[in-house]
């Protein structure tokens, strides 16, 4: 395979000496950083017009940085590569507006979308930061990208479900509760969600309460939609999309009885439950294929920085594959009894599942959090060999006191975070020295800590608590950029000024997120304009 040679080249310029250490590269912490996935943009960025158009305007409103994804989070590059699947030949339509078919069939052949940026960019003055999406790999529902392509690859999850009875005897798996409902699957609403269900109309509704079917809500036919399904404070709602749905139309009628069968266990496919497919980050050929894409881009394009992004497992289900359970052994130095039970196992919790953790189940999240800081490691060494002076940061979820479900601990390894599951191991895997800066997606509602408390919501999970806890993290040593998700600004400027100056006071810059939620009236309160 051609990115084999592409490998050995890369490992040869680790292997001759390279450092770890930091340049003056810090210097290019971004003020106010842009953020352009592929696939939302792909209609805006496909011609030369459509890219300088986007970055004049990014450029007047006070944009100095442009992040953009080499590759995607489906494993798709965006410059013409020698062994890795491009984005202009995707067989993968959107279907999110602005929805276009595949890009195969209408994309500009042989046009470098990635190059093209990079000389526009450039030419406004502006620093351009390639951004890679490191282990995830595919596409679930198109089962497009290289984890379905290569043997082995794939991660491997272990998984629970409980499954519902309807009086006609046939059953549907739930593939989870007061979570985010993907193609085709059932998933169970409490009250701990809110007081309706945070669906979209395609699918269907069954509002249960006392385990008797109260309402059916067809959402998807119904003309016009009758909005979410309110969920009982004595029961839940079942919101099925796809073949769900379909199950759900024929399977219950008013007052007829509603079961919720045992727990069942399996091992399957990480990206049967997943809308992208990750890979295992401790598979050997993933490790080097990710080093690999690294080589190929800065050896081709001469970026001013490297984001990496899904530096990371995909959840706590993964990777539960056979050669994760040999490392482990080897970690641990002896065999695990009962594989996995002694790492976590399933339980009923209400109408659904919790885990309870077992007796390894710290010594797992370290060795998983190792296999991300020596990725990040060699990553890290390979980048500054090959282009010294490159801004090296990592794209990572604000969310820290439940991170050990990504398994990273993007922290220093001088803290110590006062959680119960934090291990001697996991503190020693903080890789956050390893980076120039850290951008922090920050993705909460509350903006302030008075805010949240007066919400009753803890203050870390605040934009200003997020971005304090962060800093405390990464012992001040490596600057923070502060992520703001702009859909919690939809319609509504004046919040998203205030988010500005609540993250500039807290973060050394701003990452906005993304370009395609950049509405006019966002785009004018920017402070270039």
Do not use: C
């Not at 990014?58 to 080499?70: L, N, P």
């Not at 749905?245 to 509603?258: N, S």
């Amino acid at each position: 395979m051609r990115w084999r040679a592409v490998l050995t080249a890369s490992l040869l310029v680790v292997a001759i000496g390279a450092s770890p250490g930091h340049t003056d590269s810090r210097a290019r912490v971004p003020r106010l950083a842009l953020w352009m996935e592929p696939g939302a943009n792909l209609l805006a960025l496909s011609t030369v017009g459509g890219v300088r158009g986007v970055l004049d305007r990014a450029r007047d409103a006070g944009v100095d940085t442009v992040v953009f994804e080499a590759k995607n989070a489906w494993g798709y590059v965006t410059y013409p590569s020698s062994f890795a699947p491009i984005l202009n030949e995707s067989p993968v339509p959107r279907t999110n507006p602005p929805a276009y078919p595949p890009p195969a069939r209408w994309f500009p052949k042989g046009y470098d979308l990635l190059g093209t940026l990079l000389h526009e960019a450039r030419a406004r003055g502006l620093r351009f930061y390639a951004a890679v999406n490191t282990f995830s790999e595919g596409l679930s529902a198109y089962r497009a990208g290289p984890a379905f392509e290569r043997e082995g690859w794939a991660g491997t999850a272990y998984v629970a479900t409980r499954p519902v009875r309807a009086p006609d005897g046939s059953e549907y798996e739930l593939a989870g509760a007061n979570t985010t409902r993907y193609a085709d699957q059932l998933i169970l609403y409490t009250r701990a969600v809110g007081l309706r269900v945070p669906t979209t109309r395609y699918g269907v509704e069954v509002v249960v309460r006392r385990d008797r079917v109260e309402e059916v809500r067809d959402r998807e036919r119904a003309e016009p939609d009758p909005g979410p399904a309110s969920i009982p404070e004595d029961g839940y709602v079942l919101a099925g999309h796809g073949k769900a749905a379909a199950w759900l139309r024929t399977a219950f009628r008013l007052g007829d009885p509603v079961g919720i069968g045992p727990v069942r266990v399996q091992m399957e496919p990480g990206w049967k439950r997943s809308p992208f497919a990750f890979t295992n980050p401790a598979h050997p050929e993933v490790r080097l294929y990710e080093l690999a894409i690294l080589y190929e881009l800065l050896t081709r394009y001469p970026v001013d920085g490297v984001i990496l992004d899904r530096t990371r497992y995909e959840d706590l289900t993964q990777d539960f594959s056979e050669q994760s359970r040999r490392d482990f052994e080897a970690f641990l130095g002896r065999p695990v009894a009962r594989w996995p039970e002694d790492v976590y196992r399933y339980v009923p919790a209400g109408y659904w599942v919790a885990r309870q953790p077992g007796p390894l189940y710290r010594a797992w999240l370290g060795f998983r959090a190792r296999n991300i800081y020596t990725y990040v490691l060699s990553a890290t060494r390979l980048i500054r060999a090959l282009r010294p002076g490159v801004a090296v940061g990592a794209y990572v979820g604000g969310w820290y006191p439940v991170y050990y479900e990504e398994g990273a601990n993007w922290a220093h390894p001088h803290v110590r975070p006062p959680y119960p599951w934090v291990s001697e191991t996991w503190v020693q895997a903080g890789y956050a020295p390893l980076l120039d800066f850290l951008m922090v997606g920050l993705y909460y509602r509350p903006l302030t800590v008075r805010e949240a408390l007066r919400r009753g919501t803890n203050p870390v999970y605040s934009l200003e608590g997020g971005a304090r806890l962060a800093r405390e993290l990464v012992t001040e040593e490596v600057p923070v950029v502060a992520s703001l998700y702009l859909p919690h600004f939809t319609g509504n400027p004046g919040r998203l000024r205030e988010a500005l100056r609540v993250a500039r006071a807290q973060a050394a810059g701003v990452l906005l997120f993304d370009l395609i939620y950049l509405t006019d009236d966002l785009w004018e309160i920017l402070p270039g304009r």
